[in-house]
């Protein structure tokens, strides 16, 4: 009876770990993306408005690529990329949590500073940090430590996506190629915990919002949409255009990193800042995640040619290799959502832009090519077409989410076929 009565408390005590560990994540997320909010505004927006100098760009994105030079020459590479963290999770099951506030830095400069990257790598390598010294420090954590950080991750990637879903598929559903096993305690208790941990991090990132005000821009919602016969049949063009996007992103990623290896530390992270600086006077679209620019893409994509949404796709993509193996990392997911975006919209302009049926006709052509575009290529890379499709439906139509998993289901195989026999 005592044995029975000590397990019914240890369970409830594990529920309780749970959604006060959900709810730290959820404060941690808050305030991380509030800081990045106004430290960006103010070295964008405020300090070349005081200063009435229109290159203050080049010289903060300059200095910021010495100072994260400096950090990686004394404290390591951070921060490392959410297949590295997952991996390390999985398969050495901890994640080192000693460097805390260098992962916290080097996470937090490339995202004021101007870089195509997302905050979802950085920010899932702190909370799983955050997670396993729960597990090192608190007595009935220990035993599920590696639990408590694919947890954490989840927690992450829901809150900084908003789609709960995505962030239990990112970290559950298996890549083609993977064959671990993921699953350590009882699947029902597992999809519970996350239901909690993530439910109360959203409580408090909703709670802080409604005090503080809220985070982040996000992705606007295409809801409206509609797609007809022929963009289905031109799913056809759509997927393998996705797939050529894949490529080239992998392809360009592995030349600069081949590059950046021969390059120092403090001056590949200098040049990095540089680049940026110089972007940010020419073409400033390409810079930051993308999420404020995909809400002018839909509104103002008529104002440019098929070949010029072409180009920044193409550019965003090579921007956001180039930062990421020249040090001001991050996450690749908003950037690359961005970029297909634009050459969704881009090719739906050359098929449909003279049928003179009206902007919001075009706009749903265009919304579901791009809708395409992107599940082929997001599932070439990550190779798990559920998460994918539930990725998508940040801002695109549920309506379309069959044709997105076949779409992220297609290129999920074929990625992995064509990256094995080459």
Not at 289 to 311: D, R, V
Not at 337 to 343: N, R
Request: charged share 15%; proline share 4%; aromatic share 12%.
């Amino acid at each position: 009876m005592k044995s029975r009565t000590r397990t019914v408390l240890n369970e409830y005590k594990l529920y309780i770990l749970i959604i006060l560990l959900g709810a730290a994540a959820g404060a941690v997320l808050w305030c991380f993306l509030k800081a990045v909010d106004v430290c960006t505004e103010l070295l964008w927006d405020t300090l070349p408005a005081a200063t009435g100098v229109s290159y203050v760009p080049l010289i903060v994105c300059t200095a910021g690529g010495v100072i994260t030079g400096i950090i990686h020459k004394k404290y390591g590479d951070y921060p490392e990329e959410l297949p590295v963290v997952l991996g390390k999770i999985r398969h050495d099951k901890h994640y080192d949590y000693g460097p805390m506030p260098v992962m916290l830095v080097c996470a937090f400069l490339p995202l004021i500073l101007g870089a195509s990257v997302g905050p979802e790598a950085g920010l899932t390598g702190i909370i799983a940090g955050l997670c396993y010294w729960v597990g090192d420090n608190v007595k009935y954590a220990k035993e599920h430590a590696e639990e408590y950080s694919e947890i954490g991750a989840a927690i992450t990637l829901a809150g900084i996506f908003h789609i709960p879903l995505f962030g239990i598929f990112a970290v559950e559903e298996k890549a083609a190629d993977d064959e671990s096993s993921q699953f350590s305690m009882p699947r029902v208790t597992k999809l519970l915990l996350y239901g909690l941990s993530i439910a109360s991090s959203f409580l408090v990132m909703k709670g802080l919002g409604y005090l503080l005000g809220g985070v982040g821009e996000g992705f606007p919602s295409f809801g409206t949409a509609e797609a007809s016969a022929a963009d289905y049949v031109l799913m056809l063009v759509y997927i393998p255009v996705g797939l050529i996007l894949f490529f080239l992103f992998t392809y360009v990623q592995k030349l600069l990193a081949f590059i950046a290896d021969k390059v120092p530390a403090i001056i590949k992270e200098t040049i990095c800042g540089l680049c940026i600086g110089g972007i940010a006077l020419l073409v400033p679209a390409v810079l930051f995640s993308g999420e404020k620019e995909m809400g002018m893409l839909e509104q103002q994509f008529l104002a440019y040619t098929p070949l010029m949404l072409i180009g920044a796709c193409l550019l965003k993509l090579v921007m956001t290799a180039f930062c990421l193996e020249f040090g001001l990392k991050g996450g690749h997911f908003f950037p690359l959502i961005y970029a297909c975006s634009c050459m969704g919209f881009g090719i739906a302009m050359l098929f449909f832009g003279d049928v003179g049926t009206g902007t919001a006709v075009i706009t749903g052509h265009a919304v579901f090519a791009a809708a395409i575009i992107n599940a082929a290529t997001i599932g070439a890379q990550i190779k798990k077409p559920i998460a994918v499709s539930m990725l998508l439906l940040i801002c695109f139509p549920i309506r379309f989410v069959l044709w997105i998993f076949v779409a992220a289901a297609l290129g999920s195989k074929v990625g992995a076929a064509i990256l094995r026999t080459s």
